[in-house]
């Protein structure tokens, strides 16, 4: 397994932007592709985005299309989220997850990752 760890959230008003980072380890030297969900207090853990191994494909939930946007950096072993245009509906835990080892392409539900991170609150006042 590829251990996880995410930082960059925090509190910040609607309208406003934050960038979430997700830095892996463990089995680095084997290629997967990456996500990101969310669950927010009392709802379920919801998928947010993902890219695959090259980063040439990417895909987003209805929700955040056109304010988030996923990329990485394999050589920093580094996913990121960009968040703009920030909503107060957009406040959850954003939880980093991993493909298994050798899952290039794109997921976009939970079972399909086997890896998870312990979460990083994102909170957008009104």
């Known amino acids: 397994q590829v251990q996880l760890v995410e930082s960059g959230g925090g509190l910040v008003q609607a309208g406003g932007s934050l960038r979430l980072s997700c830095a892996a380890s463990?089995?680095?030297?084997?290629?997967?592709?990456m996500g990101w969900f969310r669950q927010a207090p009392g709802k379920e853990r919801e998928f947010v985005a993902a890219?695959?191994?090259?980063?040439?494909?990417?895909s987003y939930a209805d929700s955040v299309k056109g304010r988030f946007t996923i990329s990485r950096d394999n050589a920093k072993n580094t996913v990121y989220l960009q968040m703009n245009s920030l909503k107060p509906e957009d406040t959850a835990v954003y939880y980093c997850?991993?493909?298994?080892?050798?899952?290039?392409?794109?997921?976009?539900?939970?079972?399909?990752?086997?890896?998870w991170g312990q979460g990083t609150q994102v909170t957008v006042s009104s």
């Open positions: 463990g089995r680095t030297s084997s290629n997967y592709a």
């Open positions: 890219i695959s191994w090259t980063g040439r494909t990417t």
């Open positions: 997850a991993a493909r298994d080892p050798g899952r290039t392409t794109i997921a976009t539900t939970r079972p399909d990752f086997g890896s």
